[in-house]
């Protein structure tokens, strides 16, 4: 007997039943991950970890997928949705903190890429990024690099417009500042190396 | 809002503020240089904050997300709609959800072009040009990276699956290891792995790298050890010994031999995967 990888044993009635999920909404779904893995890499700091939230992201709006309002921005509704499991991941590791296993949960999720990608200037800006609190830098993403008008970002991060304000400029105040900070420390450790 | 405010000038720079307020902050800008100075180095941290990620929405998508994104993550017991269950070591349970060509496209073109644009990012005195070979490493590690995280994500989706998961190729067909050779491209022989206390449940086909791979599962009657999953898949990549990662709590244990590439996963302790990976290692490697 001979058998094949694709599905073609299956009854054809079988295979439709097993059709995983709206093919409408999956496709939408596909077409946000790359501002949602850009999303959520702000957000984290890593690759690894960037990519297991958007999975997890995609797992649960394709459960809840009868909650999304047409008419609504799709993907307002998902960064809502990866920033929402995001602070539960931060609740849940504030815990484990304690119990002392943070440090084997980081372990070489992409360590080999962070320590070349560390050489690169363009990942100061990124470690700048992922030192700002939490909902700073949740704002900043969400308005400066996804480009959502401050009410959207508001009814994503669920807060009002006015805290919106707030936290963006103060995460682009600390962002400057950390950065001219960084400059300032390259620029002495080059006059010294050429000193 | 007060008038005179970082907050003002941030929202000026993001134009969400109305005639009257954007009315105030000119003539406030007008009026003092120094807030010019001020409004010019947030709009540096701003376009540097935007510049950083810019490229990531280049990248190919990983594979693992895209059957996410189609439903085929979720457990049944997840999904709204009926699934039809099936028995894994069954004929009927060759149904097949998964497709080959998802992600192929996507993914092509993996090596080198994750962080290609990084380092030709040159911005306001900040940014340095990476030099050739920091990048080629990059984007080594980065390929890498990819690889082992679509490698401990299709382990999870194994785990989640549980008794429910399908295979494409049930363990007992002796034809199991002639097919998985053939649309491998390459022969692979049936590793034994029984003195380890393992079954081999069967084989399920992923796409790693763009490129087909088989994801073998394997199954203990030892809950703390659980599944294991070895994934098998063709590499252009240079020959490495035996490796560790970690993804969460998965081990990885990854090598690359004789244009092949191994990833041995699971979440038991770590010199028990170790004593299989090296096992595999010397069973698999082609002669």
């Keep these: 007997m001979s058998f094949r990888w694709k599905h073609a044993e299956a009854p054809a009635a079988a295979v439709e039943r097993s059709e995983p999920t709206n093919t409408r909404f999956s496709d939408q779904l596909i077409a946000v991950l790359p501002r949602l893995r850009r999303f959520a890499r702000g957000l984290t700091g890593s690759a690894a970890e960037a990519d297991d939230l958007v999975q997890a992201a995609c797992e649960r709006a394709l459960t809840r997928a009868h909650q999304f309002q047409e008419g609504t921005r799709f993907d307002s509704w998902m960064f809502r949705i990866v920033q929402t499991i995001w602070i539960d991941q931060l609740r849940a590791r504030d815990v484990r903190k304690e119990d002392g296993e943070i440090a084997e949960e980081r372990l070489g999720t992409d360590a080999p890429v962070r320590r070349i990608e560390a050489r690169l200037a363009l990942s100061e800006v990124r470690r700048a990024i992922e030192h700002l609190p939490p909902d700073q830098r949740t704002t900043l993403m969400l308005v400066t690099v996804e480009g959502l008008s401050y009410k959207e970002a508001a009814e994503v991060a669920g807060v009002p417009v006015g805290t919106i304000m707030s936290r963006l400029a103060r995460a682009r105040t600390a962002l400057q500042q950390q950065l001219e900070a960084g400059s300032a420390v390259r620029r002495s450790a080059t006059n010294a190396e050429a000193q | ?287």
């Design chain 2, 1 to 287: 809002m007060q008038k005179h405010s970082d907050e003002a000038l941030v929202a000026y720079l993001d134009g969400e503020l109305d005639n009257t307020e954007r009315g105030h902050v000119e003539a406030w800008l007008e009026a003092d240089p120094a807030v010019r100075d001020r409004l010019a180095a947030l709009a540096q941290a701003t376009e540097l904050a935007r510049g950083a990620y810019a490229d990531i929405v280049n990248e190919p998508l990983p594979e693992r997300l895209i059957a996410a994104a189609r439903g085929e993550t979720l457990t049944p017991s997840q999904q709204e709609a009926e699934i039809l269950v099936l028995r894994p070591n069954r004929a009927a349970a060759q149904v097949r959800l998964r497709r080959w060509h998802i992600g192929l496209a996507a993914a092509a073109g993996l090596f080198g072009v994750l962080f290609g644009g990084a380092g030709t990012y040159v911005g306001m005195g900040l940014l340095n040009r990476a030099n050739p070979e920091n990048e080629q490493k990059l984007a080594a590690a980065t390929a890498n990276n990819i690889w082992l995280d679509n490698a401990a994500g299709y382990y999870k989706m194994a785990v989640n699956a549980g008794d429910n998961m399908l295979v494409d190729v049930p363990a007992d067909k002796e034809e199991v290891w002639q097919k998985i050779s053939k649309d491998l491209s390459q022969q692979v022989r049936s590793p034994n792995l029984t003195p380890w206390g393992l079954s081999f449940r069967g084989a399920r086909l992923v796409v790693v790298e763009g490129r087909p791979a088989a994801q073998l599962v394997y199954n203990t009657d030892n809950k703390e050890i659980g599944p294991l999953t070895l994934v098998i898949g063709a590499s252009k990549q240079p020959d490495i010994a035996p490796s560790i990662s970690k993804r969460q709590d998965v081990t990885l244990l990854y090598w690359r031999h004789a244009g092949r590439a191994y990833a041995l996963v699971g979440r038991g302790d770590l010199g028990y995967l170790w004593g299989i990976a090296k096992d595999l290692a010397y069973q698999l490697d082609p002669i």
